[in-house]
């Protein structure tokens, strides 16, 4: 694991920090794991919107 991964696991860093830091470091890190993350921050990135919007991302609220 990277320190990108670590500190965004633990809180440390927000999407939008670890995006940041993955745009420094992308380049020793490898395609493959820059997927990863890629994949995780969007995944971390779709949560919060769901969250934030009341509908869990289940689909339409039921009547």
Known sequence: ????????????????????????????????HVGEIEATLAEAEAAAKAASSGSGGNGPPSP
Not at 8 to 22: N, V, W
């Open 1 to 32: 694991m990277c320190l990108i991964c670590v500190d965004f696991q633990k809180g440390r860093l927000t999407t939008r920090e670890a995006r940041r830091a993955l745009g420094e470091m992308a380049v020793s890190l490898g395609r493959a």
